[in-house]
């Protein structure tokens, strides 16, 4: 177990050191005019070839990233040169905000998903039909057609809760859940169609097999038999199903995050990206790609503690 | 020379009155509320003003301000040397009074001697000297505003001298912008005033509350030198890029004020938020090359003509715009003083005229003519290519990415754009446009009269509006561009919690223009 989890974490460093390289070589050949953007339209020639010495834009590719990755190692991200805020300060304030929209909606997403594809399993039926078209819908509507839908309906008409998220430093429960409560639902109802099919199925299938049968013929509850042997075997499914709706998740928030004008992760990705801030858009993609490094891992060690057979691969 | 009212800005003092009043009566059938700082001692400070904000200080240092949007939360914080009021007429701030010497390359200011910064530095002519200083060496959006300034001689402790390589007629106005604001000396010099401004200005910035990219929080300055500007015990910026998202902030009373587009207008209007609009942008195209050297046809001014010609101004402005806007064929605003009423009718639509012209310069079969197409430009760009076509121009729009739109049109990778571009005052426009170190005159067209009316412009003082005129009409006859119309700026406030004034030259409202509705 112990190796395993060591040979995963090298791997992952691998692979964020490679997602580092690819993204800076990215954001390198489409950085020609972030100076004439720093120093606006009223701005000479000289100033933006000043500017441009300043950021270190004139330097080669390979002294670039060095520079930064030398001064990443030591923790050391930069600031944004759009706003003057230090990397790390920006992500440490608004990494909570992010993770915790999407581990609420993992969490909705898991208990709701795994409630109706049970019910449609065991019942079959008109339920069944009824969850396989429900889930079809609710996997047709996107995400943000949905939050614009809610903020229109139950924040700017009914008032239930604000439009525009009221999360700031230092603010209170309240203000945390009725900022996120449109977000979470909005985030959550495309993966909850989606993984209440893909459970629904894992479960048949189990109910399918032999030992059931077995099970059954022995007397033993069909209640049990649902929730000690069947849902466990089903589980391994739901949660790698339930690992890929997380990191779908992150790139949802993106969207929904603006629409909700939610400080997260996904708002600042998006302005950074489209601005040219390489510093912050560093910062973003290396943690990103750390949370969903670590939510591998989780679920692998979860999957294993769940099915010794998992562990040996 | 110093403050006071020339007769153009007593015109515009009227006109803003009489647009405000117009606007307040069209806006809310509720009687609008009274204006309140007009009663001393009655004025009760309001709590808390929200507003929506939609750009951000890439840094909090003074040297990096910037003018439109952006020096709104800059003048929480900061005060300006010279205060410019609504209407634009330049009034004491920190500076009590100014004035040049004769050959206009030595501004005196005298300066205010009871300031003091909010780490509890005083405010003084030394101040001034490293404001200055500090200004010019930080390379920032504005940098050029000071680019004359060679040297600030502190005469005494209330007493400043900026002296100037050449004349520059507006100096003054800068003063009161970007260039105007003051720092404390001991924090400008620290890389912590990139995130935390330490200014003598009305408020005070909360460090705790304010979040880059999300919201900004100010609190009153208690001992602010004067009180009346301090109108709020505290403001909050959010910053909001969506429009959707404002539009919903203020519907639903999170905001007090913010800027919309005229495409969302009526939603606000109807949840019955007040109109303050004003106008600030011109929108059209440049024709750049006008030397020829990428699309030879341009170099011939019957064709610059004949496609002013072809734009059906009206129709557009409608189609796009809903109306909200002036049609205007010059680059030059109302409020400044380069601005001729009559120019605005010199290119009516006339396609005929337009075919006639080309085929004069020998285009009567037509030619081809690239401009770069970014996101925004959806609903104009085909009418554009349509009324070319009539006149048998091929429009061909290049898709650009928009962090390179600006950097491509300067570096002259066009030979005409369609663009958004600030309306300011003549000098600003002047040299954002038209001299050869203009960012969008990306050919360096020049003619040896044209630079000798600049020159002119730069001498002339408190005549130099005269001059600007005479650059205005040279432009405008030689069609180096091609305007469409100046584009309404739709802000709105909630009638309930604030009273808001527009600001001359300026999309949002400086921050001294807000007050408490007063009970």
């Known amino acids: 177990m112990v190796s395993f989890t060591l040979r995963r974490l090298g791997a992952g460093v691998v692979l964020l050191i490679a997602i580092s390289i690819l993204t800076y070589s990215i954001l390198f050949f489409s950085s020609a005019n972030i ?6 339209d009223q701005a000479t020639e000289e100033q933006v070839a000043l500017k441009e010495q300043q950021l270190g834009l004139d330097q080669p590719f390979l002294s670039r990233f060095a520079d930064w990755f030398m001064s990443a190692l030591s923790g050391d991200f930069g600031r944004s040169w ?123 299938k189990q109910l399918e097999r032999d030992y059931v049968r077995t099970l059954r013929s022995r007397g033993i ?41 939610l400080p997260g992760i996904g708002s600042l990705a998006v302005t950074a990206t489209s601005a040219g801030d390489i510093p912050v858009v560093m910062g973003v993609v290396l943690f990103t790609v750390i949370i969903v490094i670590v939510v591998n891992l989780l679920v692998d060690l979860v999957n294993g503690w769940l099915n010794p057979k998992v562990r040996v691969s | 020379m110093t403050f006071g009212i020339t007769p153009r800005r007593a015109a515009g003092v009227a006109l803003t009155l009489a647009a405000g009043l117009l606007l307040t009566a069209c806006a809310s059938a509720e009687p609008s509320p009274s204006g309140s700082t007009d009663e001393p001692g009655e004025f009760v ?20 301000a910037h003018v439109g949007h952006l020096l709104q939360p800059y003048q929480a914080v900061y005060d300006t040397l010279i205060m410019r009021e609504p209407d634009g007429t330049l009034s004491p701030m920190l500076a009590t009074e100014w004035s040049y010497n004769e050959d206009l390359t030595e501004l005196t200011l005298e300066l205010r001697d009871d300031v003091t910064f909010s780490d509890g530095e005083a405010f003084d002519a030394e101040a001034v000297k490293v404001n200055v200083e500090n200004f010019k060496a930080g390379n920032g959006r504005q940098a050029a505003q000071l680019a004359d300034v060679e040297a600030v001689e502190v005469v005494d402790a209330d007493t400043v001298v900026l002296e100037l390589t050449q004349p520059n007629p ?49 609190t009153a300055n208690e001992s602010y030198w004067n009180p009346e500007l301090v109108k709020f015990n505290r403001v909050e910026m959010k910053v909001l890029v969506d429009v959707t998202a404002r539009v919903n902030a203020l519907v639903s009373g999170q905001i007090d004020a913010t800027i919309v587009d005229a495409r969302t207008a009526g939603q606000v209007e109807a949840a019955g938020k007040t109109l303050s609009a004003n106008q600030v ?26 496609i002013n010609y072809a734009l059906d101004r009206e129709t557009m402005l409608e189609q796009v715009q809903l109306g909200a806007g002036t049609v205007t064929h010059q680059v030059f605003g109302p409020e400044s003083g380069a601005y001729i009423d009559e120019l605005d009718e010199r290119y009516p639509y006339d396609p005929e005229k337009a075919r006639e012209l080309l085929d004069e310069a020998g285009y009567g079969d037509g030619f081809e003519l690239t401009i770069p197409t970014f996101p925004g430009l959806e609903s104009i760009v085909p009418l554009l290519t349509q009324q070319f076509a009539d006149v048998g121009i091929t429009l061909v729009a290049e898709s650009v990415p928009p962090q390179n739109i600006v950097a491509d049109i300067a570096g002259g990778k066009f ?105």
């Open chain 1, 35 to 40: 100076a004439r953007n720093l120093v606006g």
């Open chain 1, 82 to 204: 759009f706003t003057s805020e230090p990397v790390a300060v920006a992500i440490a304030n608004r990494l909570p905000i992010t993770l915790t929209l999407v581990a609420v909606a993992i969490l909705l997403t898991a208990i709701v998903s795994t409630l109706i594809g049970m019910l449609a399993a065991v019942k079959r039926g008109w339920m069944d039909r009824a969850v396989q078209v429900g889930a079809v819908i609710g996997y047709a509507a996107p995400g943000f057609v949905l939050a614009v839908l809610f903020v229109t309906l139950f924040a700017v008409q009914l008032r239930l809760v604000p439009p525009v998220s009221t999360i700031s430093p230092g603010a209170g429960a309240a203000a945390w859940f009725t900022s996120l409560l449109l977000p979470v639902i909005a985030l959550a109802i495309n993966a909850v169609a989606s993984s209440a099919q893909q459970l629904r199925s894992a479960i048949i």
């Open chain 1, 221 to 261: 509850a069909e209640r049990e038999i649902l929730f000690r042997h069947v849902l466990r075997s089903a589980a391994p499914a739901g949660l790698t199903i339930l690992s890929l709706q997380f990191i779908g998740m992150l790139g949802g928030a993106v969207i929904v995050e603006q629409i909700f004008a």
């Open chain 2, 45 to 64: 400070r309001g709590e808390t003003l929200r507003l929506g904000i939609l750009q951000e200080p890439l840094s909090w240092d003074p040297s990096q």
């Open chain 2, 170 to 218: 507006a100096l003054e106005y800068y003063l009161s912008q970007a260039a105007g604001l003051m720092g404390s000396p001991a924090a400008i010099a620290t890389e912590g005033i990139a995130t935390l401004p330490v200014g003598s200005g009305p408020y005070v910035m909360e460090a705790a509350g304010s979040v880059p990219g999300s919201q900004y929080v100010f």
């Open chain 2, 281 to 306: 942008d011109w929108t059209g195209l440049m024709l750049l090359d006008r030397d020829g050297t990428l699309a030879p046809a341009l170099a011939d001014v019957r064709v610059r003509q004949a």
């Open chain 2, 415 to 519: 030979p005409a754009a369609y663009f958004f571009l600030f309306q300011g005052e003549p000098w600003v426009a002047i040299n954002q446009l038209i001299s050869t170190e203009a960012t969008y005159n990306a050919f360096d067209s020049m003619t040896p009269e044209l630079q000798e009316l600049i020159d002119e412009v730069r001498i002339s003082g408190a005549e130099s509006d005269d001059a600007a005129k005479k650059i205005n009409e040279y432009v405008t006859e030689e069609a180096w561009f091609a305007p469409l119309y100046r584009l309404d700026q739709i802000y709105f406030y909630d009638p309930n919690t604030i009273t808001s004034v527009p600001q001359t030259q300026q999309a949002v409202p400086s921050i001294y223009n807000y007050s408490p509705v007063q009970k």
